[in-house]
């Protein structure tokens, strides 16, 4: 078993910055990647980021790719959602998902099977 624990969501303006971390425990050993979702209100959870654990490869959607970046600390086990530029419809619930084993794609919620309690983050305009 994994545990994931979110930190960082928070109220900000549009155009401001916030991190998030995520740290994980447990069964740390085993992650093969980690990621972050988020959901809004109404709407379907969709990916935002992902690492592979391993040679720390990143993905990001569209939709942040120049303005979030993903990155981790080993030692801490610990991943960080670092998101400048933020506009209000980045509002939303953001979710620490880890895999724990080898998956071909790391950019879908079905790849992940530990999550996190998520943490919010609303952007005002």
């Known amino acids: 078993q994994v545990q994931l624990v979110e930190s960082g969501g928070g109220l900000v303006q549009a155009g401001g910055s916030l991190r998030l971390s995520c740290a994980a425990s447990?069964?740390?050993?085993?992650?093969?990647?980690m990621g972050w979702f988020r959901q809004a209100p109404g709407k379907e959870r969709e990916f935002v980021a992902a690492i592979r654990w391993s040679g720390g490869r990143t993905y990001y959607a569209d939709s942040v790719k120049g303005r979030f970046t993903i990155s981790r600390d080993n030692d801490k086990n610990t991943v960080y959602l670092q998101m400048n530029s933020l506009k209000p419809e980045d509002t939303a619930d953001y979710y620490c998902?880890?895999?724990?084993?080898?998956?071909?794609?790391?950019?879908?919620?079905?790849?992940?099977?530990?999550w996190g309690q998520g943490t919010q983050v609303t952007v005002s305009s």
């Open positions: 998902a880890a895999a724990p084993s080898f998956r071909i794609t790391i950019v879908v919620a079905g790849a992940y099977d530990y």
């Open positions: 447990g069964r740390t050993f085993s992650i093969y990647a």
